[in-house]
């Protein structure tokens, strides 16, 4: 078990910078998910951590210590990758032996550390057989045991789950979670469905083009999004975005108007200049049916998914855009009715013309 | 319905004259090597009398003959090709595997352009280097002995073999070499313990070719060995015919030269098999 920090750390391939000098601490035992779009960076990063990618500037740290130069087989970390990278031509045993047999540890030790990290994914009857014999699922469990049996500083995880189905995806991620428990370990995993990230981390980083958008715990990125696009991130269905502009401002009392001519008032701590634009954001849980009197938003339902525990409806605006609203249980709504929707509780976000967030729910 | 009739009979015209010209022509390209077997059984003096007949017994006179007929039994040229191909075999596998992974793996300077400068002597004629090559060896004193055939094999010199090898490395996929890295593993041990394991199926090819090609490579023994003791199969049948006009030996030159197929057919078969197994092994990589 161990620290980790990153200290201004860039990426560069041939003069292209795909990192942008990256700070960040992992404490001790902590499970950190770096979660974005494709191309953002997390899966590089999480590479430069391993030592399978050149660090171009900047210092990687493990317990204070820089490990930049040092070997990946040096740093005390085991890694999971996303097809699993068993070798196809060893039995499971073998696979899980592998590690160790290269680092010259005895035997009968090696039996031991095998045999226990069978005995924790519950693949003691698979130790004979070998990678193409394995279901994914299976092959998933055997590749995350490679990874226990080295008993590392740091497990990195680059996207595991991607290539199972969604049942075995939910039921591996329950799993992870629970070897993370159960080994105490740091745990670094990259992923782009935030749902894993919301499920598995203790903190998530979110990045965006090599940059950081926002650290936090999940529901700290949940409830106060620093700005747009960790807001429309995370979270599902996605944020509702509206755009508005200020109309008047009172000391921290500003008024906005919405496109379509519903005006709101709120209280902004440093509310933008009248005439700027802005842009609302709400979740779909907060958006609730009102009466026609009360509505911030009206428009036509075009689709509602009924999903039983709750209805997921997709309503036109008639100024152009669609606003998701999510209601608990089974709504009774069809395509074609109108909907009046006010916001529960003040429960909205407002971003800036920088889209950063000036007013948090 | 006379529609149809019409075209199913033209249908099946058409397939018997196909049958017909594809068992003429495959008649045509085997009829030398039949003719070549059938002339073993046969004395020497019905061989060209009656080309065609089929032999009227299996008289395995001139296979015994022709073992025996020179100063050196076959024994002694079976052993030369043998070491010779094994070598050959041997040095092919190590060197252009290993240069292979260089190509396909490691990162060196100037890696594309020794590549491209490798594949270049693709299309170098063994011919054109022939005599540099022989006046090398030739004062290095290794002239009539068999290391001309075998050494180089050692230093990789078939850009074939290496192609080969290169695409077949390719295709593995880089996580496994990672998943080797993060495990301890160097180069060397990710060459010995991944990449070979996982290339059989290339490297059975490779042995193959290479075993056949020096079996069967006439110009490379003529030129470097000269004595007998040294002589390799296809050396050895070539001394059945007298070219300066004198009595040739044919029904022996027959019996040894059908005796001659048998490793060639036993190799193809043996390794054939690790071909299919490898791609098999091959298919249920993701």
Request: glycine share 8%; aromatic share 10%; with cysteine.
């Amino acid at each position: 078990m161990a620290e980790l920090e990153l200290q201004n750390v860039i990426k560069e391939f041939g003069g292209l910078r795909v990192i942008h000098g990256i700070d960040l601490k992992v404490e001790d035992g902590e499970f950190v998910v770096f979660v974005g779009p494709s191309g953002c960076g997390k899966s590089t990063l999480l590479r430069m951590i391993a030592g399978l990618e050149e660090i171009s500037g900047g210092d990687v740290l493990i317990d204070g210590a820089v490990v930049n130069e040092m070997p990946a087989a040096k740093r005390e970390l085991a890694m999971v990758f996303q097809s699993y990278a068993l070798y196809p031509h060893m039995s499971v045993r073998k696979n899980l032996a592998f590690g160790l047999e290269t680092m010259k540890v005895p035997k009968a030790e090696i039996e031991q550390k095998v045999q226990e990290a069978a005995d924790i994914l519950q693949i003691n009857e698979l130790l004979e057989r070998k990678p193409g014999q394995l279901s994914g699922g299976q092959r998933q469990r055997v590749a995350i045991g490679r990874a226990i049996v080295r008993e590392p500083q740091i497990f990195l995880f680059d996207e595991p789950l991607s290539n199972l189905d969604a049942e075995l995806r939910m039921q591996m991620r329950v799993e992870i979670n629970r070897l993370h428990r159960r080994l105490g370990a740091t745990m670094i995993f990259v992923t782009h469905d935030q749902v894993e990230a919301m499920t598995l981390a203790d903190k998530i980083v979110v990045l965006r083009k090599g940059l950081i958008e926002q650290v936090g715990t999940p529901l700290e990125l949940y409830n106060t999004p620093a700005n747009v696009f960790v807001a429309g991130f995370l979270g599902s269905p996605r944020m509702n975005f509206l755009p508005g502009t200020i109309t008047s401002v009172s000391g921290t009392t500003a008024t906005i108007e919405l496109e379509g001519g519903h005006s709101l008032t709120t209280e902004i701590p440093n509310p933008p200049a009248q005439g700027e634009v802005v842009t609302l954001g709400i979740r779909p849980e907060s958006l609730v049916p009102v009466p026609e009197a009360e509505a911030v938003l009206s428009g036509e339902v075009q689709i509602a998914e009924q999903l039983g525990g709750e209805t997921y409806v997709y309503v036109a605006l008639p100024h152009g855009g669609t606003v998701t609203v999510e209601i608990k249980g089974q709504a009774r709504v069809e395509a074609g009715d109108r909907l009046f929707l006010g916001f529960e509780g003040g429960k909205f976000h407002i971003f800036g013309a920088d889209e950063k967030v000036i007013r948090h729910a | 319905m006379k529609a149809l009739n019409e075209s199913r009979a033209t249908k099946v015209r058409r397939q018997v004259l196909r049958h017909f010209v594809l068992g003429f022509a495959s008649i045509l390209m085997i009829y030398p090597l039949l003719w070549m077997v059938m002339s073993s059984f046969k004395p020497d003096e019905l061989i060209f009398s009656d080309p065609t007949a089929l032999p009227t017994s299996f008289d395995l006179t001139s296979y015994f003959q022709g073992w025996f007929t020179f100063r050196e039994s076959f024994t002694t040229f079976y052993m030369n090709s043998f070491i010779i191909a094994f070598f050959a075999v041997v040095g092919n596998l190590m060197a252009c595997s290993m240069t292979a992974y260089a190509f396909a793996r490691l990162e060196f300077r100037g890696r594309k352009i020794w590549f491209v400068l490798m594949l270049g002597t693709l299309m170098l004629p063994y011919h054109v280097t022939l005599v540099p090559q022989y006046v090398l060896f030739l004062k290095l004193g290794w002239v009539n002995t068999f290391l001309p055939l075998i050494v180089p094999k050692f230093l990789a010199v078939d850009a074939f073999f290496i192609f080969l090898m290169v695409q077949f490395f390719r295709g593995i996929p880089r996580e496994i070499d990672e998943a080797a890295i993060m495990d301890g593993c160097g180069p060397w041990r990710i060459y010995w313990k991944i990449m070979l394991p996982l290339s059989t199926p290339v490297m059975a090819t490779a042995a193959i070719f290479s075993f056949i090609w020096t079996y069967d490579d006439f110009l490379g023994p003529l030129i470097y060995l000269n004595d007998m003791s040294q002589y390799t199969v296809p050396l050895a049948l070539r001394a059945f015919v007298d070219s300066s006009g004198g009595e040739s030996l044919y029904g022996e030159l027959f019996a040894m030269s059908t005796l001659s197929l048998v490793p060639v057919f036993i190799v193809f078969l043996a390794f054939q098999r690790l071909i299919i197994r490898g791609v098999a092994l091959g298919a249920l990589k993701r």
